[in-house]
């Protein structure tokens, strides 16, 4: 029976797997399209109810306008590379002094304008919105929530083991146990993986800036100048952070942009 159900269970992921774009990286995605854009509305309206939206004409038509553009490229994929999502885009400004974006899943995509003076271009630009498309084209955001279920499971079925091992004056240190399994799923699975989604989210996003009109070659630029502004922050060691480290990334992309210049095509 216990083999049955393994085997049962080794099916079913089977069958939820997927492949990445550009990349053709092989994904577990156990959460349906439907929940992923009802998860990623919901958060998106909590978002638009708490960050103030900016009210400069100039940064908003910008952001609108390269985003509008990344998204059609992401909507007519050149030949079969991937499937159209879809989506009901939509682009905002946040009226922050913080070098950040994100988008969630479903296409919601947001800017804010503390990341307007490191980007500076409308290609600067383009490279960020990019990256984020990138991880909703992906279903980067399913794809990290069935990581967390299968790691769950593979944690639940450690802390079985451990109860049934574990005997007399030793049972007393099983709680202590069990959070060591949990830091070993989450440093040796979960952030490794959302590592790779970040530099499949540059290597997508470069072929997305690309086929909408933009230079990928200024990625290289623009990572810099994030590397630049974040000097002397003291930032997180990468084997613990959810992205790869800033010359890890520049190296990344340069090795990238060659394939990205396929699909450029410059624009007016």
Same mark, same amino acid.
């Given at each position: #029976?216990?083999?049955?159900?393994?085997?049962?269970?080794?099916?079913?992921?089977?069958?939820?797997?997927?492949? @990445?774009?550009?990349?053709?990286?092989?994904?577990?995605?156990?959460?349906?399209? /439907?929940?992923?854009?009802?998860?990623?509305?919901?958060?998106?309206?909590q978002?638009?109810?708490?960050?103030?939206?900016?009210?400069?004409?100039?940064?908003?038509?910008?952001?609108?306008?390269?985003g509008?553009?990344?998204?059609?490229?992401?909507? *007519?994929?050149?030949?079969?590379?991937?499937? @159209?999502?879809?989506?009901?885009?939509?682009?905002?400004?946040?009226?922050? /002094?913080?070098p950040?974006?994100?988008?969630?899943?479903?296409?919601?995509? !947001?800017?804010?304008?503390?990341?307007?003076?490191?980007?500076?271009?409308?290609?600067?630009?383009?490279?960020?919105?990019?990256?984020?498309?990138?991880?909703?084209? @992906?279903?980067?955001?399913?794809?990290?929530?069935?990581?967390?279920?299968?790691?769950?499971?593979?944690?639940?079925?450690?802390? !079985?083991?451990?109860?049934?091992?574990?005997?007399?004056?030793?049972? !007393?240190?099983?709680?202590?146990? #069990?959070?060591?399994?949990?830091?070993?799923?989450?440093?040796?699975?979960?952030?490794?993986?959302?590592?790779?989604?970040?530099?499949?989210?540059? *290597?997508?996003?470069?072929?997305? #800036?690309a086929?909408?009109?933009?230079?990928?070659?200024?990625?290289?630029g623009?990572?810099? *100048?994030?590397?630049? !502004?974040? @000097?002397?922050?003291?930032?997180?060691?990468?084997?613990?952070?959810?992205?790869?480290?800033?010359t890890?990334?520049?190296?990344?992309?340069?090795?990238?942009?060659?394939?990205?210049?396929?699909?450029?095509?410059?624009?007016?």
């Open positions: #029976m216990r083999l049955l159900l393994t085997l049962c269970g080794l099916t079913s992921l089977l069958a939820a797997c997927e492949t @990445a774009p550009v990349t053709g990286r092989s994904q577990i995605m156990l959460v349906s399209e /439907n929940e992923e854009r009802q998860m990623g509305l919901q958060a998106y309206q978002v638009l109810a708490k960050e103030p939206l900016s009210h400069n004409a100039q940064a908003t038509a910008l952001v609108e306008k390269v509008r553009r990344i998204a059609a490229a992401a909507e *007519r994929p050149p030949g079969e590379m991937w499937r @159209a999502p879809h989506y009901r885009w939509e682009f905002k400004t946040f009226d922050k /002094n913080e950040n974006a994100f988008c969630l899943p479903g296409g919601k995509v !947001a800017v804010y304008t503390g990341l307007l003076p490191i980007t500076r271009t409308e290609a600067g630009l383009a490279v960020v919105i990019g990256h984020e498309v990138a991880h909703a084209l @992906a279903r980067h955001g399913a794809e990290r929530m069935s990581d967390q279920m299968v790691a769950s499971v593979g944690a639940a079925a450690a802390a !079985a083991a451990l109860s049934t091992t574990v005997s007399g004056r030793n049972r !007393a240190y099983l709680p202590a146990m #069990m959070a060591a399994v949990g830091a070993g799923a989450t440093v040796g699975f979960i952030l490794p993986m959302s590592r790779a989604q970040e530099s499949e989210a540059d *290597r997508i996003g470069l072929v997305l #800036m086929l909408a009109g933009y230079d990928p070659r200024e990625a290289i623009v990572w810099e *100048r994030m590397r630049a !502004a974040k @000097a002397g922050g003291g930032g997180q060691a990468e084997w613990l952070s959810t992205h790869p480290a800033d890890t990334r520049i190296n990344n992309i340069k090795g990238w942009v060659n394939e990205a210049m396929r699909y450029y095509r410059p624009r007016d």
